[in-house]
């Protein structure tokens, strides 16, 4: 069993800056990604950025490249999700998830863990 806790989301002006954190604990293996995707509301959950925990490759969602950076901590079994210049269609609730797989996830089915989800909010 592995789970996944969020933190950091909040509000924030357009133009401004968060870092969202995911905590992983439990049973995991060495080679597995983690996921963030993002929900607003009416909308569908959608892919926004994946990283390898082992070798550390990533992949983004076009609608982020360029403004959110993924990164992890290995110390401290976190995974972090920096976000720039946030625009007002980047509010949502913010989820975490693992996936073990072979390349790089950018399905929700895909992953078989999630976290609770953390609300970003972006005002105009």
């Known amino acids: 069993q592995v789970q996944l806790e969020e933190s950091g989301g909040g509000l924030v002006q357009a133009g401004g800056s968060l870092r969202l954190s995911c905590a992983v604990s439990?049973?995991?293996?060495?080679?597995?990604?983690v996921g963030w995707f993002r929900q607003a509301p009416g909308k569908e959950r959608e892919f926004a950025a994946a990283?390898?925990?082992?070798?550390?490759?990533?992949g983004y969602a076009d609608s982020v490249k360029g403004r959110f950076t993924i990164s992890r901590d290995s110390a401290k079994n976190t995974v972090y999700l920096q976000m720039n210049s946030l625009k007002p269609e980047d509010t949502a609730v913010y989820y975490c998830?693992?996936?073990?797989?072979?390349?790089?996830?950018?399905?929700?089915?895909?992953?078989?863990?999630w976290g609770q989800g953390t609300q970003v909010t972006v005002s105009s």
């Open positions: 998830a693992q996936a073990y797989s072979s390349r790089l996830p950018i399905r929700s089915f895909e992953y078989s863990y």
């Open positions: 439990g049973r995991t293996f060495s080679s597995y990604f």
């Open positions: 990283i390898n925990w082992r070798g550390g490759s990533t």
